[in-house]
């Protein structure tokens, strides 16, 4: 028995999110069904990041146990050959057997995209939010790093989640402009449920000027959802960066 | 009677191509479609670059005669509210009543995307070729000097196509490469059947160490199809600028 970590990068476009679900397409669900394919194993993976419909990675972790003899650095070749062409291995190897993806501590970047111009561009629609609004990305940097730090971010999590405690770290916002493309990096040690896109849709009201830059701490005190912006669009969402510490 | 002009962007991964056809999906056909339906009258659009099946654009353009009291500025918005969202005007004007986008000077600029590396990325795979074979931007750069300038470029056009001269004029090509990406931007005043393609799967073939550089000026005095590389695929290859003159 060996246990084998996989590196995991997927357009979330035709998915219904990370975790496995009845009568849902789902990338749990096709990475359980090529590995049992491949390897004549029942297999059950633990994703790192259950990432929601709709968002990207290029860089999700999943381990899972297997008898298999073929080398663990060898499946992401086999298991490539059996993946539809929106999810692809970037990596596999062997790991101890008590290393588990979400109970070690790690650092996870997530970006978001913003396309902010006149008009969509069909090329670029899957991977990034369109906005015709003129955002002004100084006033969005200024609210942004009053969220960076130890907070409760209970604002800036879906109403839906029931999780014990809303305290999360966030080490780092950047925000990027190169052309009519925005990029929002958050890296942080942990994420609620929608927190990536909450926090995106509010600093975009920022940038819009339908808040000052301030109310972002004043969102946070108020530890009220409905205080927050709306939530982005999952398509401008990637994980683009996963370091287990 | 006014002759309005269109910047066209388009995904062309769902399309058989710019160009009308009989029972397929079209660029050309959603134009005219939507069109109709929106300004109640036969039209029918003239394209400037009837690109291939799965080809992109940023700025195709296209022209067409309209009774509408529409102003010609506001069509843009109109249009893209009709059009399937993989289809987005970006610009409409009115232009003189004989301006052709055919029969006068241009010039194009056509960017094929590689990426280089050891395993496809699922959300560049629509607009980039993949090829894990290591890829030498030297070597390519060196090759590609031969073909800038007027040369009969017969050699790397498509033997299906029927034309009376194969002479045409490239004015610059660069190749960039930005981590496991390479552009190759090609720029000229127009382009046989196949032709961008062709120059790119044998440039590929020069950066793989398959053909010395000094083999693409031989190829281009052959004017042999056959002597060239593969037609490299569609979907690495957008039509991103042009310029009329």
Chains 1, 2 share one sequence.
Not at 105 to 126: G, H, W
Not at 175 to 198: A, H, P, S, W
Not at 212 to 227: F, K, W
């Amino acid at each position: 028995m060996k246990r084998v970590k996989l590196t995991v990068a997927y357009d979330g476009t035709a998915y219904s999110g990370w975790q496995l679900q009845p009568h849902a397409r789902t990338i749990e669900g096709e990475l359980n069904r090529c590995l049992c394919e491949l390897l004549s194993e029942e297999i059950q993976v633990i994703g790192a990041s259950r990432t929601d419909s709709g968002v990207h990675a290029l860089c999700n972790v999943a381990v899972f146990d297997t008898e298999t003899r073929i080398p663990a650095e060898k499946i992401s070749y086999a298991l490539n050959q059996r993946l539809p062409e929106d999810i692809r291995i970037q990596h596999s190897c062997e790991v101890s057997a008590d290393f588990h993806p979400r109970r070690c501590d790690s650092r996870k970047t997530y970006e978001y995209r913003i396309l902010n111009a006149a008009f969509p561009v069909p090329t670029r629609r899957l991977y990034a939010h369109f906005t015709y609004a003129p955002l002004d990305v100084e006033r969005m940097r200024e609210a942004a790093a009053v969220l960076v730090g130890e907070h409760d971010f209970k604002s800036f999590c879906s109403a839906a989640s029931a999780v014990e405690s809303t305290v999360r770290r966030i080490l780092d916002i950047r925000i990027g402009k190169d052309g009519d493309e925005i990029t929002i990096q958050i890296c942080g040690t942990g994420f609620l449920y929608n927190m990536v896109r909450i926090i995106t849709g509010t600093l975009m009201e920022v940038g819009r000027g339908v808040y000052p830059p301030e109310r972002v701490g004043e969102i946070l005190e108020l530890r009220d959802r409905t205080a927050a912006g709306p939530t982005a669009p999952a398509c401008g969402l990637t994980l683009i960066r996963y370091e287990f510490l």
